[in-house]
């Protein structure tokens, strides 16, 4: 199907281990994004790419990993994750100055 | 910190009534997208003005933009019980089409 799927959708970790978010666009657009979404926060930039194996910090960088080595996916992972990363996460990807389209986010608890 | 802001935080009016939403941003821009978001749902893109632009309509939507006070905003007219949302503007800037957000505006349209 056409879009852009994140998976899992809803996610359980316990403090400390390492999870990994994954994102994949059809479209082939050359920017993505990961956003956390917190009440009182709205979104906030976590990564951004701009091509493959281009990848750059955004406002929460901190505790969070990367990579970009296909056009189409855009992993985000947590390498020890703590409480403070429980939120709603949404991938995005946008062809170039353009509008963004959405996954339906995943849900990430760590207890 | 965010590069939007939106105002006001909470917006509650009757249907009928038209809907103003206001974002202010930092840095200098290549355009300035509104999006919506239904309760537990990812994001979906309204409407796009670029820096060069001053005005844009799109149905029911009118969006200006006032890069020398780095200000937009987001009119809605004659509202809808469906257009209950939560609204965000982002700022699309720099080369790498970074994209930032706001926390977000709630608006409820009382039928």
């Known amino acids: 199907d056409a879009g852009i799927t994140q998976s899992p959708r809803y996610k359980i970790t316990e403090t400390g281990r390492q999870v990994t978010l994954m994102c994949h666009q059809t479209w082939s657009h050359s920017y993505m994004f990961w956003y956390r979404q917190d009440l009182g926060h709205g979104l906030r930039l976590i990564y951004y790419s701009a091509a493959a194996d281009i990848t750059d910090k955004g406002e929460v960088p901190d505790g969070y990993v990367v990579s970009r080595s296909k056009t189409e996916n855009f992993p985000l992972t947590l390498e020890s994750a703590t409480r403070s990363q429980t939120s709603v996460y949404f991938c995005?990807?946008?062809?170039?100055?353009?509008?963004?389209?959405f996954g339906q986010g995943t849900r990430l608890t760590v207890v | 910190s965010q590069q939007g802001e939106e105002d006001p935080q909470a917006l509650s009016i009757q249907e009928g009534e038209n809907a103003t939403m206001n974002c202010s941003y930092k840095t200098s821009i290549n355009n300035l997208q509104w999006y919506r978001q239904n309760s537990g749902r990812g994001l979906v893109h309204l409407i796009l003005?670029?820096?060069?632009?001053r005005e844009k309509h799109s149905g029911r939507l009118r969006v200006t933009l006032d890069t020398s006070k780095k200000s937009s905003s987001l009119l809605i007219t004659a509202s809808r019980a469906a257009d209950t949302a939560s609204y965000f503007c982002?700022?699309?800037?720099?080369?790498?089409?970074?994209?930032?957000f706001g926390k977000g505006i709630t608006l409820s349209v009382r039928p």
């Open positions: 995005a990807s946008k062809a170039g100055h353009t509008e963004a389209f």
């Open positions: 003005i670029r820096s060069n632009e």
């Open positions: 982002a700022t699309d800037s720099g080369a790498n089409s970074k994209l930032t």
